[in-house]
């Protein structure tokens, strides 16, 4: 059974860091992977998905790659904002027709 | 891009009474919806599959005559909370995923039921 942890749980930096968070999962055949963006009381918006054949994904701010062998994914956040604080999900399938299997998140406050 | 609309986006009812909570997808039909569960500081846990015309297929340990679901639809699926209990008081999010695309899958606002 396909299990998602991230690191940390939580983190609080001041405005303006470079961040990491990280994301591992116990079985590498996956189809994609996924990072999420939850704020509070709210849904989720898909920030960057990478395939499995691929190893980074880029968006303005937000870089994510994968190392499907080792079963690691990281999104970097660049000069983080305090618009950037909200709950961050990783997420796996493991084909297109499965659902995604969420890690617990991580919660991002970046103080002004 | 693609929306799916979920409604309500908060409910308070009474411990016996059912909730019926709506995921529409509006531009693009949704083959396939997803229902999750989320308890506070949780992860989104999988409740249940739902392909339109067909039954719904439910993760272990959700009970089926409890959350009724119908997908009668290529845009429409609902989750029926029935009997609600304040155990039952979470969020519950849907995503659909369009039809003949087998990738990204997009989410509901998701709603938030508390039981009296």
């Known amino acids: 059974k396909q299990e998602v942890t991230q690191i940390p749980a939580a983190l609080s930096v001041p405005e303006g860091e470079n961040l990491v968070l990280n994301c591992s999962f116990t079985?590498?055949?996956?189809?994609?992977l996924q990072w999420f963006r939850q704020d509070p009381g709210k849904g989720l918006t898909s920030l960057l998905l990478i395939q499995s054949s691929q190893r980074e994904q880029t968006s303005g701010r937000l870089n994510a790659s994968l190392d499907k062998s080792s079963g690691r994914s990281t999104l970097y956040i660049a000069a983080s904002q305090p618009g950037d604080s909200a709950t961050y999900l990783c997420?796996?399938?493991?084909?297109?027709?499965?659902?995604?299997?969420f890690g617990k998140g991580t919660r991002l406050s970046v103080i002004a | 891009g693609a929306v799916v609309s979920q409604h309500p986006s908060w409910v308070i009812c009474k411990s016996g009474t059912s909730v019926k909570i709506e995921c529409r997808s509006l531009d693009f039909q949704a083959t396939t919806m997803f229902w999750y569960r989320q308890f506070p500081k949780q992860s989104l846990m999988l409740m249940a599959t739902s392909n339109e015309g067909s039954k719904a297929t439910y993760e272990q340990g959700v009970e089926k005559d409890k959350f009724l679901i119908n997908h009668a639809s290529l845009t429409l699926s609902t989750l029926t909370v029935t009997s609600a209990h304040p155990e039952d008081s979470s969020f519950y999010i849907c995503?659909?995923?369009?039809?003949?695309?087998?990738?990204?899958?997009?989410f509901g606002s998701g709603t938030q039921l508390s039981v009296l």
């Open positions: 079985d590498s055949a996956i189809y994609n």
């Open positions: 995503s659909a995923r369009e039809q003949g695309a087998m990738e990204k899958l997009f």
């Open positions: 997420a796996v399938s493991h084909s297109g027709n499965t659902p995604l299997v």
